[in-house]
């Protein structure tokens, strides 16, 4: 298997992300990156850290709007869950980058949780500005 189908898999099978779900403006330009990146896992990862910095970018704005409208308690309620996600976040994604059975693809098994992750994340807090008055 090719290393872009790897990632792509891991992608898929680590966080329960169907790809046709991904296939919007940001995972069209992944994509195309990591077809560019010919299997090759440096340029792979750096597919990846871009694609993650985007995700990033969305969860940190998702979190702050959340943040600016909530109530003290709604807030500290918010602070807590965050910090908690981001915990067990860091925690897995050092856990599956130091896998040593994995060897060199244990870094692009750790970006793939990552990845997926910090999209899901990002994804709730969106739909939570969405409906919150």
């Given at each position: 298997m090719d290393g872009v189908r790897y990632f792509l898999a891991c992608?898929?099978?680590?966080?329960?992300?169907?790809?046709?779900q991904a296939q919007d403006a940001g995972a069209q330009r992944f994509d195309a990156c990591m077809n560019a990146a010919g299997g090759v896992s440096s340029e792979m990862l750096n597919c990846g850290k871009q694609e993650i910095d985007q995700w990033d970018t969305r969860l940190n704005a998702a979190y702050r709007t959340l943040s600016e409208h909530a109530r003290a308690d709604e807030k500290t309620k918010l602070r807590n869950e965050q910090r908690?996600?981001?915990?067990?976040?860091l925690?897995?994604?050092?856990?599956?980058?130091a896998d040593?059975?994995?060897?060199?693809?244990?870094?692009l098994d750790s970006q793939a949780f990552e990845l997926g992750d910090i999209k899901n994340r990002t994804l709730e807090l969106e739909r939570r500005v969405k409906i919150s008055p």
């Open positions: 992608t898929t099978i680590l966080v329960g992300i169907p790809l046709a908690a996600w981001l915990k067990h976040h925690q897995e994604t050092h856990r599956l980058a040593p059975n994995n060897g060199s693809v244990a870094f």
